[in-house]
């Protein structure tokens, strides 16, 4: 019955690793998401993509990339983590807008990251 | 900054009263617009959904209430029990060449009390 699978629930990284969080979908959905996740900020769009090897940011992409070579696999990656990176990830999928009347976005449980 | 913004931060309501969330919204070419509930644990899931050709929209407990001209829309969760306890989203979204994105308002934290 799961949909979205996020590879790690929790992840404790020292500052300045590189750290790569991945996100399956088993939907065949063309838009894939990442998210952080913040008290009082809400969900907060890092980057999207909406085919293989297609990404935009989204409204804070600094510090992160996203890789997507299959449609049903969507990467992010902090290229240098840094504490103030520390929050919940939480992944998604869906089909387009245009033309479906089914528009859900489907979320993974979230990834827990902790920069020490 | 915030494309939507989401009021009250907080929401403690009597089991069986009507709980109320509201969202407004800047960008008039948003055509999609969805509620999500989160519980502890878990990401958000999809509640219910309208587009902007419909001024309401029910789904059991659940009513969004849709006014174009304010750019404002609305959650209304009537005979609330303790199981709608959660953090709700409401999210705007427009459709482009390069496939969508959902903006997400803060989110509304409900706690309804026995």
């Known amino acids: 019955d799961v949909k979205v699978t996020q590879s790690s629930r929790y992840l404790v990284k020292r500052t300045g690793e590189k750290v790569f969080l991945e996100c399956v979908q088993d939907?065949?959905?063309?838009?894939m998401f990442w998210y952080r996740q913040d008290p009082g900020l809400g969900l907060r769009l890092i980057y999207f993509?909406?085919?293989?090897?297609?990404?935009e940011k989204g409204d804070i992409p600094e510090g992160y990339s996203v890789s997507r070579e299959k449609k049903e696999r969507f990467s992010l990656i902090l290229e240098s983590a840094s504490t103030n990176q520390t929050s919940m990830y939480l992944c998604?999928?869906?089909?387009?807008?245009?033309?479906?009347?089914?528009?859900?976005?489907?979320f993974g449980q979230g990834t827990r990251l902790t920069v020490v | 900054q915030q494309q939507v913004k989401q009021s009250p931060q907080s929401l403690i309501v009597q089991k069986g009263g009507i709980s109320i969330i509201n969202c407004a919204y800047e960008?008039?070419?948003?055509?999609?617009f969805p509620w999500y509930q989160q519980f502890p644990g878990k990401g958000p899931a999809l509640l219910i959904a309208?587009?902007?050709?419909?001024s309401e929209k029910k789904e059991g407990r659940f009513t969004i209430s849709f006014n174009k001209s304010a750019k404002q829309f609305s959650l209304h969760i009537m005979d609330s029990q303790p199981g709608d306890s959660a953090t709700y989203f409401c999210?705007?979204?427009?459709?482009?060449?390069?496939?969508?994105?959902?903006?997400f308002g803060k989110g509304t934290s409900l706690l309804v009390t026995p």
């Open positions: 998604a999928s869906s089909f387009p807008l245009r033309g479906l009347t089914n528009t859900e976005a489907f």
């Open positions: 939907m065949d959905h063309e838009n």
């Open positions: 993509s909406y085919d293989v090897k297609m990404k």
């Open positions: 960008n008039t070419a948003f055509d999609y």
């Open positions: 309208i587009r902007p050709d419909v």
């Open positions: 999210a705007a979204s427009i459709e482009s060449n390069s496939g969508y994105a959902l903006n």
